[in-house]
């Protein structure tokens, strides 16, 4: 099952001027820029066409994924549950 789709964000969209194409990839200036780009999902891009600077996730959750996460995350609260009401019934 894939949930999570990589992507790479010099191929989408500016957020600025919407041009395609258009994203590399930026230095990160200061601790705080270091730290995002070290530790989360999000890089620096910088738009050669307009200038515009800031972060693209590398990767994108589909519509299809999500439901089938929120399926998984509603039985395993489920089987929680039941698994707690069991023990609450039989053991204590
Ligand atoms: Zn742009």
Same mark, same amino acid.
């Given at each position: 099952m894939k949930v999570l789709i990589q992507r790479n964000p010099i191929f989408s969209k500016c *957020? *600025?001027?919407? *041009?395609?194409?258009t994203l590399h990839k930026s230095r990160a200036r200061g601790a705080w820029e270091q730290f995002v780009k070290k530790f989360t999902i999000f890089k620096l891009y910088r738009c050669k066409n307009c200038g515009w600077r800031g972060y693209k996730s590398t990767i994108i959750l589909t519509t299809e994924s999500l439901e089938t996460l929120a399926i998984y995350i509603a039985l395993a609260v489920v089987s929680g549950f039941i698994i707690n009401f069991v023990i609450k019934r039989f053991i204590s």
């Open positions: *957020s *600025s001027c919407n *041009s395609v194409g």
